[in-house]
């Protein structure tokens, strides 16, 4: 199988698990912010796991791109750029979520401001991914 029916088979199932997950995720998100300013809401809590699930897949990307992957085992920075570009994905999505449901603005609790890091985040990790995938297939 080849990388391009691989990234197209994992895009597709995300996007049917997501389809599926929306609704019922939208309303577990959509909470008043009564809470208070610091407590950890839902919304608050997405936005913080889509923007560490970015992080990593940035570093894991970067890892890929510097090759430094490569010294464990052959193909471990091919497997590092496509565990890069699934962790973006993944943030993006949930970071876009975070951002759709979010009935307030930045401070009210519904985690607005970390889903758009998170999007921000996905879309470097993304891009790094790309980057590694694309120096794999040159090289090796």
Known sequence: MSARHLFAA??????????????????????PAAAGAYAM??????????????????????????????RIGTGAGRRGAVVALAAGLVSMALGG???????GGPGTGYG????????????????LGGLGLTRSRRIG
């Open 10 to 31: 994992a895009t597709a199932a995300l996007l049917g698990v997501l389809g599926f997950a929306t609704p019922a995720a939208a309303r577990v998100l959509v909470q």
């Open 41 to 70: 809401t839902a919304g608050r809590l997405w936005s913080v796991v889509a923007a560490l699930l970015g992080l990593a897949g940035v570093v894991v990307g970067g890892l890929a791109l510097t090759r430094f992957a490569g």
């Open 97 to 103: 979520l975070v951002v759709a449901a979010a009935e």
């Open 112 to 127: 607005l401001v970390g889903g758009f890091v998170a999007l921000v985040v996905g879309l470097i990790a993304i891009a």
